[in-house]
């Protein structure tokens, strides 16, 4: 099993900055990707970025090239993936979820990924 844990979301006013970090633990040598989704009140989960431990590639929605980075740490074994987002919108307000899976490919669908986070709530007012 692969405990994630997410914190770091907050409320922010439109143009500011929030991190987000997603803590892995248990058998994370089983895991070769990470992900971000998020879910807006009465849409469906979409998908924000992705990153395969390895190597450190990477993989963003359009909705958020350009502003959101994601990065990960690691070191001790692997355990923690950050999620920098800057010049945020209002429509970036959402339940942020942290995902893992086993697979080597960036996938953009929930379906690929096996393990998930609580979730953080992000609100950006205008």
């Known amino acids: 099993q692969v405990q994630l844990v997410e914190s770091g979301g907050g409320s922010v006013q439109a143009g500011g900055s929030l991190r987000l970090s997603c803590a892995a633990s248990?058998?994370?040598?089983?895991?070769?990707?990470m992900g971000w989704f998020r879910q807006a009140p009465g849409k469906e989960r979409e998908f924000v970025a992705a990153?395969?431990?390895?190597?450190?590639?990477?993989?963003?929605a359009d909705s958020v090239k350009g502003r959101f980075t994601l990065s990960r740490d690691n070191a001790k074994a692997k355990n923690t993936v950050y999620l920098q987002m800057n010049s945020l919108k209002p429509e970036d307000t959402a339940v942020y979820y942290c995902?893992?899976?086993?697979?080597?490919?960036?996938?953009?669908?929930?379906?690929?990924?096996?393990?998930w986070g609580q979730g953080t709530q992000v609100t950006v007012s205008s």
């Open positions: 248990g058998r994370t040598f089983s895991t070769l990707v």
């Open positions: 990153i395969r431990w390895s190597g450190g590639s990477t993989l963003y």
């Open positions: 995902a893992a899976n086993n697979r080597y490919a960036l996938g953009e669908s929930s379906n690929e990924y096996g393990y």
